[in-house]
């Protein structure tokens, strides 16, 4: 499975970063095969609705799920109607991109039924 | 002529000035008064308009006809609020993101957008017992975007006024954001309140820098005088700005202010001072 893991950095041994439209990059990693490429955010200067535009992002590269911290409600919507599966990764621990990896192939990440939180939108 | 009361620091006088500039100018002039305050207008208390005419307004918001639109996505990319998001076969808007600019509508190669009014607040107008001609705006609550109200309030005249007034004044929102440069746009001179304190000082520098910045000429109301320090005085000074009035620090104003009676009403001494402050006013339009 292709997976687009937010990331602070550029590599597999990049900090995961558990914010999903203003993270840094995403790690776009085959489950699979292990083969990886690395893209920065264009969202990440975005003046407002960072996680709609980081989700269209995710979705161009072709990932089929994201594995970040937590989901806006329309970063939510946005990945949810273009197929796309919503992973949790615990926010707290440090990890790095290739120990997430890790975690889902042992199915240790969860599935958000859920946006994480309200948006940000004014506030 | 367009005067701009305004202030940054809220709690100032900003309508305490502008509606008693606007009782006194009243006496020999036509009077447009607009309150700018969309968050939380109150100068209709003290000018006691009677209402008669109500518009909701808002922004158009862009709706997608499904049969026509081909996915393309231009509609996504030109938008700068991420206000849609195509991906596959699938359309989003997320109204609370648009700003209603309108630019998805026109690079549609398909037409496939047409556009609704999303209500965000009301404009109310009516002419007070002086013949001042009222105009306010109000957001509704949860709103976040101010401007959009503003600009509609800036343009709008009531219905049975044919004849430019004299005299618009329009009473700024407080802070230093995009709704005191709106209301400032189109203006011809800045009225600024303030009080002679550190935050009145702070504020005063960031919304004297707007009228800067927008070319207008601007003067100082020092309201509350005798509190706090010179250093408005001092800044003023410096940066050549004329301190037009000084208000003193008067426990019978706050006291009238704080049942709806105006400051030239409380106090008739001042009704001379605000026809000198609008006299200044003109007198530095004119050279």
Redesign the interface.
Known sequence: MKLAISSSGTTLDSPFDARFGRAAAFCLVDSETGIWTTHANPALAAAGGAGVQAAQFVATLGAQAVVSGAYGPKAYDTLSAAGIARMLAPANDAHSVAEVVALFKAGQLTQAGAASHNGHHGA | MRIVVASGKGGTGKTTVATSLALVAAQQHTVCFRDCDVEAPNAALFLHPAFDTHREVGILIPQIDAQQCTYCGKC?RVC????I????K?A?I?P??CHGCGSCTLVCPEQAISERLAVSGALDSGVTPEGIVFAQGVMDVGQ?MAVPILRELKEWSATDVTAAPDIEIRDAPPGASCPVVETMRGADFVLLVTEPTPFGLHDLKQVAAIAGQLGLPAGVVINRDGIGDDSVGAYCAENALPILLRIPMQREIAEAIARGHSLVETVPEYRPLFSNLLDQISARLDT
């Not at chain 2, 700068?80 to 206000?83: E, L, R, V």
């Open positions: 996504a700068q609020f991420n206000a998001a195509i991906v596959g699938k989003l997320f609370e993101l976040p």
